[in-house]
């Protein structure tokens, strides 16, 4: 995403109450946002992408994917080692293999990703993946940080005499829209969310390999490159992912037994395999 938007999107998040994580799984991590903040600009953000995304006609509708799409995550975000916030999933009918998280528990899978997963443990370990840079509240971590660097600049004061936070908003959702890209992420927040994936994958009974799996093929560009490059322009490839997430299933125990896949992803993988994705016109990264 352009450093246009990042600012126009932190500038409609001026103005929240200024508080930091005393407690719980972010404990001294700088934050500006308190929890019900991040609930409320998520749900917002998260209502004006629907929006943009239902006028491209890129919302799934199929009620057999939603369902599946929900009743999984909503199992992960269980097994998830915090669960400060409500999930919501949705599906975008979107050829790139990518999902991604708005801060306050918003995952949007798109139809491409369950496509690209060769088994359930595979998608599970994406989405558990997102799941992890929302209870990690990268979101607006990154935020925070970025509005403590840019709080003196005359930019940001340039932008709150120009008012206008709904405005603002529906600008950033429309370039998200545009793009299919939100925010990038630092490799340290990365990893811990892929920590934080790999543990909950195993908690939900899923074998954690089927993330390596993923990261494997993509990292080796395995299919067809327009559709991978989305997520690939926000996910930096640190060498050491497979390794770290590796690491984490040893610490975790055996693996033995754990479920690779069901006849319920295979049915719906069946259905999206089918999908005809009208012309997507650009769907790269701005910068
Ligand atoms: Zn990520």
Redo the contacts with the bound molecule.
């Keep these: 995403m352009s450093k246009k938007y990042q600012i126009i999107g932190l500038l409609f998040l001026v103005g929240l109450t200024v508080t930091c994580a005393s407690s719980g799984y972010n404990k001294g991590q700088f934050n500006l946002y308190s929890i019900d903040d991040e609930k409320r600009m998520g749900k917002e953000f998260a209502d004006q992408l629907l929006s943009e995304y239902r006028k491209r006609g890129r919302v799934y509708d199929d009620p057999q994917t939603n369902q599946y799409i929900n009743n999984l995550g909503q199992y992960l975000a269980s097994k998830s080692p915090e669960n400060k916030f409500d999930y919501h999933f949705y599906v975008l009918k979107l050829k790139g293999v990518n999902a991604f998280?708005v801060p306050g528990g918003y995952v949007f899978v798109f139809t491409g990703l369950i496509n690209y997963s060769q088994n359930e443990a595979e998608l599970a370990g994406v989405m558990a993946?997102?799941i992890?840079?929302i209870v990690s509240r990268h979101g607006t971590e990154q935020m925070s940080a970025q509005l403590a660097a840019s709080v003196a600049s005359s930019i940001l004061v340039a932008g709150v005499a120009l008012g206008g936070g709904n405005a603002n908003l529906a600008q950033l959702a429309l370039n998200v829209a545009s793009t299919g890209t939100f925010l990038s992420?630092s490799r340290k927040?990365?990893s811990e969310?892929?920590g934080i994936g790999a543990k909950t994958l195993y908690h939900a009974g899923y074998h954690p390999e089927g993330m390596v799996n993923f990261f494997d093929r993509l990292s080796k560009k395995v299919g067809d490159m327009s559709d991978l490059e989305v997520w690939l322009s926000?996910?930096p490839d640190p060498g050491d992912r497979e390794k770290h997430i590796k690491d984490i299933i040893k610490e975790e125990g055996s693996t033995e037994g754990l479920k690779w896949d069901s006849k319920e992803f295979k049915a719906v993988k069946g259905k999206v395999s089918r999908i005809k994705y009208p012309n997507q016109g650009k769907n790269k990264k701005t910068k």
């Design positions: 998280a993946h997102e992890g840079h992420y927040d990365e969310a892929d926000t996910h």
